[in-house]
């Protein structure tokens, strides 16, 4: 089956055609990092607009690339949720327009499920079931994975989410966006033994997540070295950037060491856009020997949103039988543990 998957979920446009016997035949992706960089953050009107602009360029782009032709095509996946609302209504008016005008069976797909689901692109993907640490600008989850569909909540941010701290941090420290990689080149220049920042919630049972007081101390610290003269010392704002980037990845690996622990599994899937950060991956390919455990991450370019994970998870459903009828809707929030499992299709 050969499916389109389309991707607007926030500040990143992407089509992909995925097809179930050959694979990943094409994807596109367009970001409005540049768009959005003077005011510091994502502009949920000017997201949107930008989509509309690039959505139809994108599709010829990514059908000519797999040289594919419309009544080749067999079905439409697009991203429904969760994310921006109106970011999301344009992806999904215009998947289920092109399905309709097509002929064609449409799916939507969940944007979470998507990023879980990365992996499987990979030419070793991981076997069910695997703990799969999802980290974002807007999610931090630990997620027991037993089939498609098949997803139990283990723990969760009860604030920011981890990626939201960095780029908040990043702010503070004077960095443009995109903050998270800005942070992460930043801290490489850090002295690792200046500044030590707590692990929030790693000293009581749970898997569950906070990172806003990490960001607040982190706010503190600055103001102290600032009181002090330090505000354009370079190495001084390093080594916070470094404090806080240890404090974060060790958090996270603390919580997925307890959660491999409880439930035995034996594969880790890191997914989402924090997951590009090579130094969470190196102190988590670290607990997989201690562990004994096999690592997988999607290849960096399909951490960020993309639409060959939506093309691919949208493949999966159709072939089961999903689709959506003549309606659509796009949900801003929409919890994954609510979604339907592939053998109950």
């Not at 992460?184 to 850090?190: I, K, P, S, T, W």
């Not at 072939?319 to 919890?335: D, L, V, Y």
Request: glycine share 12%; net charge negative; hydrophobic share 40%.
């Amino acid at each position: 089956m050969r499916v389109i998957g389309i991707e607007t979920s926030c500040d990143e446009t992407g089509i992909a055609i995925y097809d179930s016997e050959q694979g990943l035949l094409s994807h596109a992706l367009y970001s409005q990092v540049a768009l959005h960089q003077e005011y510091g953050g994502v502009v949920p009107e000017l997201a949107s607009r930008d989509h509309i602009r690039r959505l139809i360029p994108l599709l010829r782009q990514t059908l000519e690339q797999a040289s594919t032709r419309q009544d080749q095509i067999e079905g439409i996946a697009y991203t429904s949720g969760p994310g921006l609302v109106g970011a999301l209504l344009v992806g999904t008016s215009f998947g289920r327009s092109l399905a309709w005008s097509w002929g064609l069976p449409a799916v939507a797909v969940h944007h979470l499920e998507g990023h879980l689901l990365a992996p499987m692109l990979e030419p070793e993907p991981p076997t069910l079931p695997f703990l799969a640490l999802l980290v974002s600008g807007g999610h931090t989850l630990l997620i027991r994975v037993d089939g498609i569909g098949q997803y139990q909540i283990l723990g969760e941010t009860l604030d920011d989410a981890v990626g939201e701290a960095f780029d908040k941090t990043a702010k503070l420290l004077g960095l443009a966006y995109p903050g998270g990689p800005a942070l992460e080149r930043l801290a490489r220049q850090g002295d690792v033994g200046r500044f030590r920042f707590p692990r929030p919630m790693t000293d009581r049972p749970g898997l569950d997540f906070s990172f806003s007081g990490l960001k607040t101390f982190a706010m503190n610290t600055l103001r102290d070295g600032q009181a002090k003269g330090l505000s354009d010392d370079e190495q001084f704002r390093a080594d916070v950037a470094c404090a806080f980037q240890q404090a974060a990845v060790e958090t996270l690996a603390i919580k997925c060491r307890r959660a491999l622990q409880q439930t035995g599994l034996a594969r880790l899937v890191v997914a989402g856009g924090v997951g590009a950060n090579a130094c969470l991956r190196a102190r988590l390919d670290k607990l997989g020997v201690d562990l004994g455990v096999g690592l997988y991450y999607p290849r960096l370019e399909f951490c960020t949103d993309n639409g060959a994970m939506i093309a691919y998870a949208g493949c999966l459903r159709l072939q089961a039988g999903q689709s959506e009828g003549p309606t659509f809707n796009a949900r801003a929030r929409w919890p994954i543990d609510e979604l339907t499992a592939l053998s109950e299709v």
